[in-house]
């Protein structure tokens, strides 16, 4: 839209022009949210069918990523404990269960807040497959009240291997926190991951769902009392927020699966720890947390307010045109906290930011004032879906940063198994210097296609190099995609109304995203 001269136009520019232009397609002049329901469904179906090709073990009958095999089916031997199963969390060959137990905690939050969304597109049936995959390793990693094993291969030496799951050769090290050696974060998070599982089978398995409730009740009272942070998964997964986060995180999911009032009052007892936050990532739960206690304080608990006050930061913190605003947009418009995997606090944001949008709604609140700024809800999730819209293909490069979305996505994944043949095509054993000379360095795309994968993304500028050898950018995750699947689910029947509330924004303060203001672990 061009700007006349004459003032009321100029005016009108001043105020509308940068949220048309965020709003603005190409160069066609349509809104840039252009995505419909039918997309979102299909964004959804991929991204967690990405978990079926994460899968360690010996995979069932209804695996329908078919280039995937068998592996790691002696983990846990060594020590005689059964550790088969689980997900392998990125690119590698190594089960990391902190994060992984954060995937399942977000996995298990979208389907608990949006089942109708899932339902319709067909999908809840397989997330509550990939909730169990997951719960399963975990309850077998939980081997007694203050044994929880943590890690299963060594990082180091996987990470200078290229070869297949179904391959590998590499030690399986077996890694574990107990009460002589804690780890509060890992074992907080399960717990989180078992209260959040339990509410998703209360109503279609109700022997397991008070089995995951039971242990979760077990874990978060042994991450509590033995507090110590945890470092073993360090260099690749590192605790930089420390234990409170997790606590008050698993505390909150404990109270939410009807583990008791005492859960609550432990959160209201603790909320000095609650830090204002950034971002919301596997290290970082503060927002999480600060969401679900926001959502009792609403409910007439008076005495978690700082929770609530956690939560309206986090979005100011966010939100183009907050007069606090700490993370930035790039050129494009595509949230950037930092360069490694940008888009893991991408896709954490934004589901916090429709999650938190249901819970003001839900509650009859309008929106978040900032400063002298206040955002709507509806302004909220434009925003958000923003975020989504430029993740699927809406942006600078045009092109999806989900494997198998769309006809223009990344085809170099940093990440074994897609990039080698599929044992099926090709039986013969490939090493773990073979993969580097056959494979890793290959310009080719890969062999298999890992459709549902959401990649690291594009640098502060909008760029990708679809490179395998660039981790930072082109290495998938479980947590990326988790945190995904709850942010494409929030869109599926609330797309177009909030596709209209970004298209016909009021001309005031109040809604104004200021572009002017805005520029510029996995491992």
Not at 6 to 22: D, E, M, R
Not at 272 to 283: C, K, N, R, Y
Not at 367 to 381: A, D, E, L, M, Q
Request: net charge neutral.
């Amino acid at each position: 839209m061009a700007c006349s001269t004459i003032w009321v136009v100029i005016l009108f520019c001043i105020l509308a022009g940068p949220i048309i232009a965020l709003a603005e397609k190409n160069n066609d002049n349509k809104l840039a949210a252009s995505f419909t329901a039918s997309d979102y469904k299909d964004a959804i179906g991929k991204a967690i069918l990405f978990f079926e090709g994460q899968r360690s073990g010996k995979l069932p009958v209804s695996q329908r990523v078919k280039w995937r095999g068998d592996s790691a089916l002696i983990d846990g031997k060594i020590e005689h404990v059964n550790l088969i199963g689980g997900y392998y969390d990125a690119g590698d060959n190594v089960k990391f269960g902190w994060p992984m137990a954060f995937s399942l905690t977000l996995l298990s939050w979208a389907t608990v807040e949006y089942p109708t969304e899932i339902s319709s597109s067909n999908q809840l049936v397989h997330l509550q497959r990939a909730i169990r995959w997951g719960t399963n390793f975990l309850i077998r990693a939980h081997t007694s009240s203050t044994t929880l094993y943590t890690q299963v291969g060594d990082g180091n030496v996987d990470h200078q291997c290229w070869e297949r799951p179904e391959d590998m050769d590499t030690p399986r090290t077996l890694y574990k926190i107990t009460s002589n050696s804690p780890g509060s974060e890992v074992a907080a998070e399960v717990a989180a991951a078992f209260a959040s599982a339990s509410i998703v089978f209360q109503k279609i398995d109700s022997n397991y769902s008070t089995k995951l409730l039971r242990r979760s009740k077990s874990l978060f009272a042994f991450a509590d009392k033995y507090r110590g942070s945890y470092q073993a998964s360090c260099p690749f997964y590192c605790s930089y927020s420390g234990y409170q986060d997790e606590l008050l995180w698993a505390a909150a999911w404990l109270y939410k699966a009807g583990g008791g009032n005492n859960y609550l009052n432990y959160a209201s007892s603790n909320q000095g720890w609650s830090q204002v936050a950034t971002e919301f990532s596997w290290d970082n739960k503060f927002a999480g947390a600060q969401t679900l206690l926001a959502k009792e304080f609403l409910n007439g608990k008076s005495n978690l307010e700082k929770f609530k006050n956690g939560a309206d930061s986090f979005v100011c913190a966010l939100m183009p045109g907050s007069s606090s605003i700490q993370i930035k947009t790039t050129p494009g418009g595509l949230l950037y906290t930092r360069d490694s995997s940008n888009l893991q606090y991408v896709t954490g944001a934004t589901m916090v930011l429709f999650m938190y949008s249901k819970v003001l709604e839900t509650a009859g609140k309008g929106g978040v004032t900032c400063g002298s700024v206040t955002f709507s809800t509806s302004n909220i999730k434009a925003f958000a879906k923003s975020q989504v819209d430029y993740i699927l293909g809406n942006n600078p490069l045009k092109m999806s940063y989900m494997v198998g979305f769309g006809s223009k996505y990344p085809t170099q994944l940093h990440h074994r198994a897609s990039s080698i043949p599929s044992i099926y095509n090709h039986p013969t054993r490939v090493g773990c210097n073979d993969g580097y000379s056959s494979w890793y360095n290959s310009n080719n795309p890969n062999p298999n296609t890992h459709v549902g994968a959401i990649v690291g993304g594009p640098n502060s500028g909008d760029q990708f190099a679809d490179s395998r050898s660039d981790y930072s950018h082109s290495e998938p995750t479980t947590y990326m995609n988790a945190a995904f699947v709850g942010s494409v689910a929030a869109l599926i029947s609330q797309g177009s109304e909030i596709e209209q509330s970004l298209q016909m924004p009021e001309l005031n303060k109040t809604t104004l995203y200021d572009r002017q203001s805005t520029k510029n672990i996995s491992y």
